[in-house]
Structures are given as structure tokens and as C-alpha cells.
């Protein structure tokens, strides 16, 4: 888990002024208000998951990224490193999101790490919750627990419990949960674009 909302205050503070951005500059580059961003930046408000991801692609970073930079590993053997994970979702303010949990398995420092993610749906969840999403890399996974609905326009694709799967990079596609208990994938992106 972030360590708290204040700690991803404080790295979205410091990739702003690395960039050199005033808040103003910031907050109007990323189409939010500059009191919502400022609030942001003291951890004492949640932003909605397209508007934080619209201030990463201007700060040159990702998700990922942010969250990593915020999280710290576990204590581990010399030479290792344990990481619990976290779940991407907690930052945003979305309710939509309810259900879903997009969890980051390992810490990524730059985009050109890839990125393992574990994806869980209760019933009736999809990811995104509104419409498809495209994503500038090939996406792989494996379906876990249940049955994983892959849906593209026009198109969709079954992924049953031990089966794997391959999205082309700027496919539209979302997933969803049609079962009435929840599902868990892992999914694995070859760069770090979330």
C-alpha cells in the first residue's frame, strides 16, 4: 500500500516542479482546477482516475510509476528485494471503479520497464467502467480464478481459468466479470504506460 495519501502528495509536488510547472501551469495543462490539484499535492484529496493520469503524461511519468515512487519495499534478505504491491485504484476518486482492484505486483523506476499487474472483478465489474480503452503497448495475461470476458468492439473473447491471452498495442478493449463470483487475472504490459 502507499504509504499515505500525503507521500503521493509529495511525489506528484516534486514531479511538478521538476518540470518546472507552476500550479497554475499544471492544473491548466491538465484540465482540473489549481485549488483541486493543491489538494492533491497536501494528500488531502483523491483525484479522478483520467484527470491524474492527463497530470502524469504532462509530468513525463505514469501511474506506475507514481506509485512505486511512493511505496517502499519490505524488509528483505541482502541482495533481495520483497514488495507487497499496491492497488493503482486506491489513489482515484472514482466510484465506478468500486469492485475493481488493479494491482501493481512489482515497484517499475522507468516506462520501459514492463509491468505486472493482477486484475480482480467482483460480479458484474469491468474495467474501464465506461467505455474501451487502448493502450500504446501489447498487453498479455493468464486468467487465474474464473472466467475472464476480454471484450473488444464488435468482438469479445473468453479466457478461462489457466488460459492466456495477448491484446495488440492500441486495440480497444475492456474486461469485465459476467460470473457471480470474482475473478482474478494477472496481466503483464511490456511497458510502463498506466
Avoid at 518546472?20 to 491538465?30: K, N
Avoid at 489549481?34 to 509530468?59: F, N, V
Wanted: charged share 20%; net charge positive.
Amino acid at each position: 500500500m502507499p504509504r499515505t495519501l500525503q507521500q503521493l502528495g509529495a511525489e506528484l509536488r516534486r514531479l511538478r516542479e521538476w518540470r518546472e510547472l507552476t500550479l497554475t501551469e499544471a492544473a491548466q495543462r491538465a484540465g482540473i482546477s489549481k485549488a483541486l490539484l493543491t489538494l492533491a499535492e497536501q494528500g488531502k484529496r483523491r483525484l479522478p482516475l483520467e484527470a491524474l493520469q492527463r497530470l502524469l503524461r504532462l509530468y513525463g511519468s505514469s501511474l506506475t510509476q507514481l506509485m512505486s515512487a511512493a511505496c517502499t519495499a519490505l524488509r528483505a534478505a541482502p541482495g533481495t528485494e520483497r514488495w507487497q504491491g499496491t492497488d493503482l485504484l486506491s489513489v482515484v476518486s472514482d466510484r465506478s471503479l468500486r469492485g475493481c482492484t488493479f494491482r501493481l505486483l512489482r515497484p517499475v523506476s522507468s516506462s520501459q520497464q514492463p509491468v505486472w499487474l493482477e486484475l480482480r472483478l467482483a460480479p458484474g465489474a469491468q474495467l474501464p467502467p465506461g467505455e474501451y480503452w487502448s493502450l500504446p503497448t501489447l498487453t498479455e495475461g493468464i486468467a487465474l480464478e474464473g472466467n475472464l470476458l476480454v471484450e473488444l468492439p464488435g468482438d469479445e473473447l473468453l479466457v478461462r481459468s489457466g488460459e492466456s491471452f495477448a491484446i495488440h498495442a492500441e486495440r480497444q478493449h475492456r474486461y469485465r466479470n459476467y460470473l457471480p463470483v470474482p475473478i482474478r487475472a494477472v496481466l503483464v504490459l511490456t511497458s510502463a504506460v498506466l
